[in-house]
């Protein structure tokens, strides 16, 4: 079953270094998303993307946050100055069709601990 | 700005029982909901998709029930097994592109 890839699965990084967290989502879908969840609390939706280019983002996705899809089958996430309160799973997501409609599939997250 | 509440927040119950869970959003203007699964340190698999149209979905042993008019859904598992033991997340759209997760009721079965 085609499945939504992410690497690393654990990511270590000083606070201020720039981090890159990348997905492969699933080939046919066309909508991609990133969520994370800080350890104990739930999962929060940063971004949607959609046509090269960004459709909805949360508060939480300010301008430390970018997104890109560099290729046909990347999606990729950048922090560019890592904080303390980064330190979460975040995880990809992609769908075929808009996500209020259609089932949106996980992949198993990247691990970043930020010290 | 949709709310999702889980009752219990942690359930553990011996094997072969039957069991529910619930769910309930402030907002019940939803296209869906779905129900997801956690395991520890892991990504998150969708268990079961709800329409908006649609009152119940059934997956094996899981059935998820969704009351739009109340705010409320819930996930049913027949003869629990050990390795049901995860984390359960519901999740409804909270605008276009995006859904607004509870906070989970983590489900021990034992042996």
């Known amino acids: 079953e085609p499945e939504v890839t992410q690497t690393p699965s654990h990511q270590v990084t000083q606070m201020g270094q720039e981090v890159i967290l990348r997905c492969v989502p699933i080939?046919?879908?066309?909508?991609f998303y990133w969520y994370r969840q800080i350890l104990g609390q739930k999962v929060e939706f940063l971004v949607s993307?959609?046509?090269?280019?960004?459709?909805?983002k949360s508060e939480i996705f300010d301008d430390q946050f970018s997104v890109e899809r560099p290729d046909g089958s990347n999606f990729t996430l950048k922090i560019r100055s890592t904080k303390l309160e980064d330190s979460a799973m975040y995880f990809c997501a992609s769908s075929l069709d808009r996500g209020d409609g259609e089932k949106l599939f996980f992949g198993s997250g990247t691990q970043l601990s930020v010290l | 700005k949709q709310e999702v509440t889980q009752i219990p927040a942690a359930l553990s119950v011996p094997e072969g029982e039957n069991l529910v869970l619930n769910c309930s959003f402030t907002?019940?203007?939803?296209?869906?909901l779905q129900w997801f699964r956690q395991d520890p340190g892991k990504g998150l698999t969708s268990l079961l998709l709800?329409?908006?149209?649609?009152r119940e979905q059934t997956s094996g042993r899981l059935n998820a029930s969704l009351d739009k008019s109340s705010g409320r859904s819930t996930l049913y598992i027949a003869a629990s097994q050990p390795g049901d033991s995860a984390t359960y997340l519901c999740a409804v759209p909270g605008g276009a592109q995006k859904l607004v997760f509870g906070q989970g009721t983590r489900l021990t079965i034992n042996p």
């Open positions: 709800i329409q908006s149209s649609q």
């Open positions: 080939s046919n879908h066309l909508y």
């Open positions: 907002d019940s203007a939803i296209y869906n």
């Open positions: 993307f959609y046509n090269n280019e960004i459709s909805e």
